[in-house]
């Protein structure tokens, strides 16, 4: 094994050890959507008519519809808690340590990114799992299909979050942050609604939520889940991924000195 | 030699923090990095562990370039930060293996080297305790087995003896004296403390971002102290 590959080992080794050891991470990722799934869609069903719209070739019902929206909300969460651990490790000083190993910084950051990223897509799956308990399952192989498609998303939330975290100085701005980050992504998006839903109440809206990698994400997730591949929208996933990523290495650029004395 | 630093000037905004700095060490060599709060000794080591790029100037490790050769150069160098840098929710074990991975030594070897390490400071006992679990005093001693984990040619230590009583900090700056006298690493202590420096060290003091003093310390204690408060005091514009 390679220096570089030993270090993405041990990276994502550590952050395994500190999820196990956090158990009310694991839970309120599952119980969050789960609320939504539960709650919410009984309570929407109703109200929201859905027409026929790709991959969907029936009727389905809400709860149906959100299950790939509720995949992408967990990505989305644990893609900002990387970045608030992130934020963390600088206050605690665990940051200086990895950014101080003898390997170059562009890859210390795409090992965080790749260790936030597995786990988020294990709490995709553990919902996943539970939403099949519930009686919103699929295929046996859309499991494995959706895989690449979680995955990238949560690579690519991570990546946001990671670009976002070399902009607050402190734990205490965290919050402020992540409210004009995850709720305008998660509801100008296509998770609970499809777009056409939009459309109907305003185009500004519609435009928005087009133009969200999130909603991409979403539909990635979503077409995978039906054993189907929606290129464009995959396409835009990996491009913001690497905007994101892109962004993120200059936000932790050693020229910027960001990691300042203090900080 | 083994660490070399050449007119480093770096900037904070408009204020200076370092102003041309600049010291060879040779192998073996125990420097003290003397100075006051804000003299510039973390901004400093902030250049050395490359969480920064200098403004001007440049900085070799083992013969190594820092700047073109930043991933030798850092393997050669193991730091104690001012600040802990301890993973708190791992055990003492987990954080060794961890920083072992980091620095791509895996397996067996890093086993090895982290029961090696951990015997070498007297705390094989501990290794399965958590880091958060530790006194303050066994956290640095730690800091520093960790440090030495991979067997650097240089050891940057940022105001280690923060925060710890007086019969561990005597224990931690005996070590490392220990640790350059018998084994050749050269040491670089940054501390505020005179009562650190022993008489045979290099001193450097260091003042508002300038090298005030660079020489053997020549004296310790009372009469060190003296002689860096006239020679900071001397200093203030």
Known sequence: ?263 | MSLQIRDLTQNWGQKRALDGVGFTLEAGEFCALLGPNGAGKSTLFGLLTRLFTPKQGHISIAGHDLSRAPDKALASLGVVFQQPTLDLDLTVWRNLLYFAGLHGIKGAAARTAARRALEQLGMGERADEKARDLNGGHRRRLEIARALLHRPRVLLLDEPTVGLDAATRHALVSHVHALARERGITVLWATHLTDEVAAEDRLIVLHQGRILRDGPAGMTGAQLSDAFLALTRKAVP
């Open chain 1, 1 to 263: 094994m390679t220096h570089a590959l030993c270090a993405l080992v041990a990276i994502c080794h550590r952050e395994f050890l500190r999820f196990l050891g956090q158990k009310g991470r694991l839970v309120s990722a599952l119980v969050r959507p789960l609320v939504w799934l539960l709650v919410f869609a009984a309570g929407f069903r109703a109200a929201l008519g859905l027409s026929i719209t790709p991959p969907y070739q029936t009727y389905i019902p809400y709860e149906t519809y959100i299950v790939p929206g509720l995949v992408g909300m967990v990505v989305l969460f644990n893609g900002m808690q990387t970045s608030l651990s992130l934020v963390a490790d600088r206050e605690v000083g665990t940051m200086r340590l990895l950014l101080s190993a003898p390997l170059p910084r562009w890859w210390l950051l795409l090992c965080k990114l790749t260790a936030g990223a597995l786990i988020g897509t294990l709490q995709a799956y553990a919902f996943l799992m539970i939403a099949a308990l519930f009686g919103i399952g699929f295929a046996p192989l859309a499991y494995l299909a959706a895989l690449p498609a979680i995955l990238a998303a949560a690579l690519m939330l991570g990546a946001l979050g990671l670009a976002l975290s070399s902009t607050i100085h402190q734990m205490e701005n965290f919050a402020g942050v992540m409210n004009f980050v995850i709720f305008p992504m998660f509801f100008l998006s296509t998770a609970l609604y499809p777009l056409w839903k939009m459309a109907e109440s305003a185009q500004i809206l519609h435009a928005l939520c087009a133009a969200n990698p999130f909603s991409h994400a979403i539909e990635t997730i979503r077409f995978a889940l039906y054993l189907q591949a929606n290129a464009g929208a995959g396409a835009v996933v990996l491009v913001s991924f690497v905007v994101f990523f892109a962004l993120a290495l200059w936000g932790y650029d050693p020229a910027r000195g960001l990691i300042r004395r203090k900080s």
